[in-house]
């Protein structure tokens, strides 16, 4: 069945104000009239002011994560009420950056991804596997490990509202990316894994989305693959032109 292909961009931790409003004032221009699903996710502080930019365009404004606790004495955090006051409709979960770098377990993701589906944000729960687990034969493992924990409670009514984007950590930001083949073997297995979960009706209409060194070079043979729903893209992630020129390969 078709599926409306979905390109997100997670700016991560780059630009200034100026660069990011620049940004999504280009990408509201570029994407007018393209028919695919398109997010960006700049960095909280830029939430507001991006939002300005995207109100009433075909482009979804995202987070690159979000905290679990609702308010209170939680230093630093924020909430998904703060990210909807800004406009945010969907928050990226579980990016391999978080879970190394603040070292974010399944099971704190799994409880992010319930409080922002119960208050009505949408979510890109990432996983993905490292370099050695690829060399040692596990990805499959790991990934499916990583969806059982991340999906642990969230009811098939929700699934509507949940995208997955599969990113092998090696790939990330490495300019590696997975071959077309390589990453079509990986998304058929965790689109099974959603069948065994739910039905065979959640795994034809969840997206599954590509991570990983994808750049408007290599992103049309990916987005052909007929796993592949979409990409969530870094670097490529931060030009118009090269944003577009992957969201018009979705669009086609
Ligand atoms: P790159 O596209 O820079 O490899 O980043 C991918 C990614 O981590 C998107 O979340």
């Given at each position: 069945m078709a599926?409306?292909?979905?390109?997100?961009?997670?700016?991560?931790?780059?630009?200034?104000?100026?660069?990011?409003v620049a940004l999504a004032q280009g990408?509201?221009?570029?994407?007018?009239?393209?028919?695919?699903?398109?997010?960006?996710?700049?960095?909280?502080?830029?939430?507001?002011?991006?939002s300005q930019v995207v109100?009433?365009?075909?482009?979804?404004?995202?987070?690159?994560?979000?905290?679990?606790?609702?308010?209170?004495?939680?230093?630093?955090?924020?909430?998904?009420?703060?990210l909807k006051d800004l406009g945010v409709e969907t928050v990226i979960l579980g990016h391999s950056e978080r879970r190394d770098e603040f070292n974010e377990s399944d099971k704190l993701i799994n409880e992010k991804v319930h409080k922002a589906?119960?208050?009505?944000?949408?979510?890109?729960?990432?996983?993905?596997?490292?370099?050695?687990?690829?060399?040692?034969?596990?990805?499959?493992?790991?990934?499916?490990?990583?969806v059982k924990e991340g999906f642990a409670g969230v009811k098939e009514d929700q699934l509507s509202h949940i995208s997955i984007a599969y990113e092998?950590?090696?790939?990330?930001?490495?300019?590696?990316?997975?071959?077309?083949?390589?990453?079509?073997?990986?998304?058929?297995?965790?689109?099974n894994v959603i069948k065994g979960l739910y039905s065979q009706k959640a795994a034809d209409e969840i997206k599954i989305l590509y991570g990983g060194s994808m750049n408007d070079g290599n992103a049309e043979e990916l987005l052909a693959q007929p796993d592949i729903d979409g990409g969530l893209i870094g670097g490529a992630s931060l030009k118009v032109d090269k944003f577009t020129t992957i969201c018009k390969f979705a669009s086609k």
């Open positions: 599926r409306t292909k979905y390109v997100a961009g997670n700016w991560k931790m780059n630009m200034d104000k100026a660069g990011a990408l509201v221009e570029s994407l007018k009239g393209l028919n695919a699903k398109y997010m960006i996710a700049p960095p909280f502080v830029y939430l507001d002011a991006v109100k009433g365009s075909n482009i979804i404004l995202g987070a690159q994560n979000m905290t679990v606790t609702d308010n209170g004495a939680h230093t630093g955090a924020i909430s998904w009420a703060m589906l119960d208050n009505g944000l949408d979510v890109v729960l990432c996983i993905g596997e490292l370099y050695s687990q690829r060399v040692a034969g596990v990805t499959n493992q790991i990934c499916e490990n990583q092998p950590v090696w790939a990330i930001g490495t300019g590696k990316t997975a071959t077309p083949a390589e990453a079509q073997e990986v998304h058929a297995f965790v689109r």
